[in-house]
């Protein structure tokens, strides 16, 4: 499941199953609860339990709430990508130098 945050909530013809599926992968991404998730969100723990279970659509305030989150998370994402591959770049070389001088 991640990996996958590309769904747009700007388009409310969306199927309620869709919607709940992201709602639910977004929530998972970021490793909450549907508490904690309502909490950031501002709404209460059963309207995000509605969202996943198919029973209601977010409003379109809580649309917007979830593209900020959405965004958030992908860029924060990215970042962690971007240092991952900054550590294994600095790392490189140091092993093969250490690889150089057993061989010598």
Not at 21 to 43: D, N, P
Not at 92 to 97: R, S
């Amino acid at each position: 499941m991640k990996g996958k945050l590309m769904f747009q909530f700007t388009d409310m013809s969306n199927s309620e199953e869709k919607i709940a599926q992201h709602v639910l992968e977004i929530r998972l991404e970021m490793g909450l609860t549907q508490e904690q998730f309502a909490a950031k969100l501002g709404v209460s723990f059963p309207t995000v339990n509605r969202w996943e279970n198919k029973k209601t659509k977010p409003s379109p305030l809580a649309i917007q709430k979830l593209q900020k989150l959405l965004s958030a998370l992908k860029k924060k994402k990215s970042a962690s990508q971007e240092s991952m591959e900054e550590i294994k770049a600095n790392d490189a070389p140091q092993h093969k130098k250490i690889v150089n001088k057993a061989t010598v």
